[in-house]
């Protein structure tokens, strides 16, 4: 029963690593494949650029809460528009 602890604590770091690596890994996402992932999951993705930006400004903010999107992912979709 002493390694209990000892495999308590090895099971722990490998837990604490796995998420870790999750989290730095989704962070890693660049704009487009989070709307590719996040958007894409329930329709057609649209042209970024065939909208004004302020127009795309305005969708990604009415659909950023339906995604589950952050604040971070939200200003990398917004940035996908070039601001024609």
């Not at 390694?3 to 099971?11: D, E, K, P, R, V």
């Not at 837990?15 to 590719?36: Q, Y």
């Amino acid at each position: 029963m002493k390694n209990t602890g000892i495999q308590l604590a090895g099971y722990m770091t490998t837990i604490i690593i796995v998420v870790l690596v999750s989290l730095f890994a989704a962070a890693a996402d660049t704009g487009s494949e989070i709307f590719n992932k996040k958007c894409g999951l329930c329709h057609d993705l649209p042209d970024p650029n065939a909208y004004s930006k302020t127009d795309w400004v305005k969708n990604v903010t009415r659909m950023a809460d339906r995604a589950l999107l952050t604040a971070e992912e939200k200003t990398a979709i917004m940035a996908l528009n070039s601001g024609k």
